[in-house]
């Protein structure tokens, strides 16, 4: 009969434990995927802003062969991303790839290719902003101004790519903080539960005399152990949703470098180790102060 208890009570131990790390695994995943949506903004603002592009137009005068030996100069500029020289050709051909009738230009101007040599660069992703934009104009009015007429972007691009960046970035920050809240709550009240299913073994300890500390020491360890596996899980969750996006959406190509990789996965386990533990202290510290009566 008392082995058959004994035998019950084990299985209800191991039941709540893994129900417990069943549920802080879910409730990680819900916050691996916020996390990993701020990586994915954060790729697609430097790709925006490494697509911005800014125009150099010079001084009608000088020839092509001046105006590419400033982009050779310009390409050596840890600014830029990329520096290209687009020939008068080459600016026709761009008119018609963005739907433009290049004929109806050189009609207007009898046969003769009206559009200017021109050099256009794409600013590095630290670069993309007003002022360091500024900053390069001036730099390079500095060094060639005697021969640039005028360093032409669309203001209303940049503002949009930092500011709207921002907004999301801000907005997907308040929500992960809310899943946190939301999940130290959830987390707090597995623990519990698995706790009060131990209320008399931990009574029964203080009773013959252990020590407070002595009493918490196994069940922190046990709770680390419970962050490390959930957030270890989680991570795998979230990889393989990932992998299946990635099979099953041929527009969506979702990919993880290794440094964003060992982030998330340590920023997984660090707040389910965090959760665990302070929630398992505060339970415990609840039954410890108890009184016997109070524990039926």
Request: hydrophobic share 50%; proline share 2%; glycine share 6%.
């Amino acid at each position: 009969m008392a082995g058959g208890v004994e035998k019950y009570n084990k299985r209800g131990v191991k039941t709540s434990y893994i129900s417990t790390i069943i549920g802080t695994s879910l409730v990680l995943f819900v916050i691996g995927l916020v996390i990993s949506g701020v990586f994915g903004l954060d790729q697609l603002q430097k790709q925006a802003k490494e697509s911005l592009v800014c125009d150099l137009f010079f001084q009608a005068d000088l020839n092509e062969a001046d105006i590419k030996q400033v982009a050779q100069e310009l390409e050596t500029w840890d600014q830029f991303n990329e520096v290209e020289f687009v020939s008068p050709e080459r600016a026709i051909e761009t008119f018609q790839e963005d739907g433009q009738n290049a004929d109806n230009i050189m009609e207007i101007y009898n046969g003769v290719n009206p559009m200017p040599p021109t050099i256009t660069f794409k600013p590095n992703e630290e670069y993309a902003t007003a002022e360091k934009l500024e900053e390069i104009r001036v730099l390079i009015m500095e060094s060639y101004g005697d021969r640039i007429e005028e360093m032409s972007y669309d203001k209303a691009s940049v503002e949009s790519v930092n500011l709207g960046f921002k907004q999301f970035v801000l907005l997907i920050g308040a929500v992960a903080l809310l899943l946190i809240i939301v999940a130290f709550a959830m987390i707090n009240n597995t623990i519990r539960l698995s706790l009060y299913s131990k209320r008399f073994s931990i009574k029964t300890m203080q009773l013959v005399g252990a020590t407070s500390g002595y009493i918490r020491r196994p069940f922190l360890w046990s709770s680390v152990g419970m962050g490390v596996i959930s957030g270890t899980i989680a991570m795998g969750l979230v990889l393989a949703l990932f992998y299946a996006l990635n099979n099953v959406l041929d527009s969506i190509d979702i990919q993880l470098d290794l440094m964003s990789f060992l982030f998330l996965l340590a920023a997984l386990v660090i707040i389910g180790v965090v959760i665990s533990i302070v929630s398992t202290w505060f339970a415990l510290n609840k039954y410890l102060r108890m009184k016997l009566d109070d524990l039926y």
